[in-house]
């Protein structure tokens, strides 16, 4: 059987015992979708490609201590999206991304070619107005409803209560509500 054929624990388990060509493997199945949340945060192409570049060999060194090898993609997404924060915290010189190259990317990379052209519009707006909130209101947004994470998942990333988390997301998705209230008119 290839390395192609393998499913995901296989391949983990050779990954375990070093080897190479299933490291390629898995890296081959997860870069896209770890390189977009990377990019999400950092705002950098070059940056985001780091990230994830550090992020698989933290993942590969260590994946001993992944304690249930089904979940490996969701760490794999939370090692990606720490490392992202932290290198978001640590440079502050980030420049605006025009948003067509990620929708492009974003686009480009799940397969997924919007067709209406007022549904793209109103994404548009969405994204481009969720870029005037102040940052940690984008950062709990992103990560709630781009990213998928939960609460708790939110509260830990971000490293705030529970309260503060519900607060911010509840305040943030209130501050995009109005700043987009003129655009809906």
């Known amino acids: ?8 624990e296989q391949l983990l388990q ?20 770890m390189y977009n949340t990377a990019f999400r945060i950092v705002k950098d192409n070059f940056e985001a490609e780091d990230i994830m570049q550090d992020s698989f060999l933290t993942a590969f060194t260590k994946l001993d ?4 090898i089904k979940t490996f ?11 992202s924060i932290y290198h978001y915290k640590k440079n502050n010189k980030y420049n605006d991304v025009p948003l067509d190259d990620v ?12 067709s209406d052209v ?20 984008r950062m709990g947004l992103t990560l709630h409803l781009i990213e998928g994470y939960d609460y708790e998942e939110i509260c ?4 705030i209560s529970n309260a503060n988390c519900r607060t911010l997301i509840s305040r943030a998705k209130e501050s995009l509500r109005k700043k987009l209230a003129p655009l809906a008119s």
């Open 1 to 8: 059987m290839t390395l192609t054929n393998q499913n995901i």
């Open 14 to 33: 050779l990954c375990k015992s070093g080897d190479q060509y299933a490291q390629m493997e898995v890296y081959n199945r997860y870069y896209k979708a």
């Open 65 to 68: 201590s992944l304690k249930d």
């Open 73 to 83: 993609g969701s760490w794999l997404k939370r090692i990606v999206i720490n490392n």
């Open 103 to 114: 929708l492009y990317k974003v686009e480009e990379d799940s397969g997924i070619i919007e």
């Open 118 to 137: 007022l549904s793209s519009l109103k994404a548009t707006q969405i994204l481009d107005t969720m870029k005037l909130l102040k940052e940690n209101y």
């Open 156 to 159: 830990d990333i971000m490293n």
